[in-house]
């Protein structure tokens, strides 16, 4: 059965840091081919793309770039997004997201809220 457990979400003043992880259990993100992404959901609005990592490929979305960096560590099975000068604007649900062939897979989210 494949799960992802995302976990690190938190209240955190602008300019702060997080590290977020996400936990794969069911599969190896380490195998081919999978790609494992971070987006986001704000209050009232749609969820949106925020980093991928496919094999050793990454890609952010414009608004992190600089900011975020995705990483993996295949022997814990475990995707991380690290973030930093963190903006109110940030302030959203962080989900996981497995897409291995045709499948998808999300965690149930990890809310990280950015306020003084």
């Known amino acids: 059965q494949v799960q992802l457990v995302e976990s690190g979400g938190d209240l955190v003043q602008p300019g702060g840091s997080l590290r977020l992880s996400c936990e794969a259990s069911g599969f190896t993100i380490s195998s081919s081919p999978t790609t494992m992404s971070w987006y986001r959901q704000a209050p009232g609005k749609g969820r949106e793309f925020v980093a991928s990592?496919?094999?050793?490929?990454?890609t952010y979305a414009d608004f992190v770039k600089g900011r975020f960096t995705i990483s993996r560590d295949d022997a814990k099975n475990t995707v991380f997004l690290q973030m930093n000068n963190l903006k109110p604007e940030d302030t959203a649900v962080y989900y996981c997201?497995?897409?291995?062939?045709?499948?998808?897979?999300w965690g149930q989210g990890t809310p990280v809220t950015v306020s003084s």
């Open positions: 997201k497995a897409k291995r062939n045709v499948y998808e897979y």
């Open positions: 990592v496919f094999i050793v490929t990454t």
